[in-house]
């Protein structure tokens, strides 16, 4: 007894724990483009602006694009096809957005806790 918690005012700052090339494409929430539950994402979640689906990448994992969204933070929330285990897909609220989008190399961060 007689420790006081001292209280930080510094912001907690992700860590990077690598950066590595990906190629990237952009989905919507049509059934052509997932499955028979176009809202909600493989780990269960509703889909909304910051989720990306991966799958060489665990559920919950964040991830930036600085290039493209500068400090925002993506999340791991959903997967791809098999055939895309390479790829990173981000998720837009309408078809013509995702379409827009287009696919890109794009470079990533892979955040640590």
Not at 4 to 12: F, G, R, V
Request: hydrophobic residues 40%; glycine residues 6%; contains cysteine.
């Amino acid at each position: 007894h007689g420790q006081a918690l001292i209280q930080s005012s510094i912001p907690d700052i992700p860590v990077v724990r690598y950066s590595s090339w990906v190629l990237t494409t952009a989905y919507s929430s049509t059934i052509d483009q997932t499955d028979s539950t176009p809202f909600i994402t493989a780990s269960g979640t509703r889909v909304r602006d910051g989720v990306i689906a991966c799958n060489f990448l665990r559920f919950g994992t964040r991830v930036r694009f600085p290039q493209l969204y500068g400090d925002k933070i993506f999340v791991v929330e959903d997967r791809m096809a098999r055939k895309n285990d390479h790829k990173i897909d981000i998720w837009f609220a309408s078809r013509d957005q995702a379409k827009q989008f287009g696919i890109k190399q794009i470079k990533i961060e892979v955040l640590g806790a």
